[in-house]
């Protein structure tokens, strides 16, 4: 489900950096019918917090506080770098409760994963506590970022967080730790942009295919649209590639299968 998202700025956030992790919390309150509204229009007065969005029990509508490229005020030194959704609800709550009194939430949370995925190419996978705070890409709990994410505890163990990424079309399996061997030979000397750079040829979908398969959310149609060649671009500065230009070179051709998965 597209989701609808109603404007409710907070005037609390600072600059973003390059967005590589998507990061889940708990209001530890505002349970109510309305809760992501209450929280947002919290997070306009001046509390020092905020989050991207908040997001509640409403199905199909979340309420967004601060512009994805910003930086909310809700993990501490990870701030510029995470995407943040406050839910409502508690740190305790069972992974029962979860699923049987909160569905139309953690499917509200499925859909924002997805959306914010295909923005910024983040892959859908649970990321450890090690890889979110080193140089993971991926989806973590607040808690997983340890005291420099600020020392909390939520979302809490019993988040069903297996059910939610499966809904968002993602997986809890971490990315395997290397690329997977060497590269098959390319056919062409580069491709890219479908503005002239052999954007329709078949190592455009072997291509595809492959970064699907380190977690990247990519479509696989041999077509080297703006998609593709905005996960190319962060696949690139991600792996100190040079030049950082959206093409496909054998640069980063050979990258794609021998780097490792981070």
């Known amino acids: ?84 959704c406050e839910q409502s609800g508690y740190a305790s709550w069972s992974r029962q409760y979860w699923l049987d009194n909160r569905s139309n939430q953690l499917h509200n949370i499925a859909d924002w994963l997805a959306e914010e995925s295909k923005k910024f190419g983040i892959p859908l996978v649970d990321l450890s506590s090690s890889s979110a705070q080193g140089s993971g890409r991926g989806v973590c709990y607040h808690s997983e970022l340890g005291s420099s994410g600020c020392g909390h505890s939520d979302p809490g163990s019993g988040f069903p967080l297996d059910k939610v990424l499966e809904w968002a079309g ?19 000397d580069y491709f890219g942009p479908a503005y002239g750079h052999n954007h329709n040829v078949g190592d455009v979908r072997t291509w595809q295919d492959k970064m699907r398969s380190r977690g990247w959310s990519i479509d696989v149609d041999q077509i080297y649209g703006n998609d593709s060649e905005s996960i190319c ?30």
């Not at 973003?16 to 109510?32: A, D, N, P, Q, W």
């Not at 399996?173 to 061997?181: F, I, K, L, M």
């Not at 500065?237 to 998965?261: F, R």
């Open 233 to 262: 671009r962060q696949f690139q500065q991600e792996k100190g590639l040079q030049p950082v230009d959206g093409l496909v070179g054998p640069d980063t051709w050979n990258a794609t299968w021998n780097a490792p998965v981070t």
């Open 170 to 188: 993602g997986s809890t399996s971490t990315p395997p730790p290397s690329g997977g061997g060497a590269a098959p030979p390319m056919h062409v």
């Open 1 to 84: 489900m597209s989701l609808t998202r109603v404007w409710t700025p907070s005037g609390n956030y600072s600059g973003g950096g390059t967005k590589r992790l998507l990061v889940i919390h708990t209001m530890e309150g505002f349970t109510g019918s309305n809760g992501a509204y209450d929280c947002a229009k919290y997070f306009q007065t001046d509390c020092g917090a905020s989050s991207q969005v908040c997001i509640d029990n409403n199905r199909g509508k979340i309420w967004e506080c601060v512009s994805r490229n910003n930086g909310a005020w809700t993990q501490c030194n990870y701030n510029s770098a995470s995407v943040s």
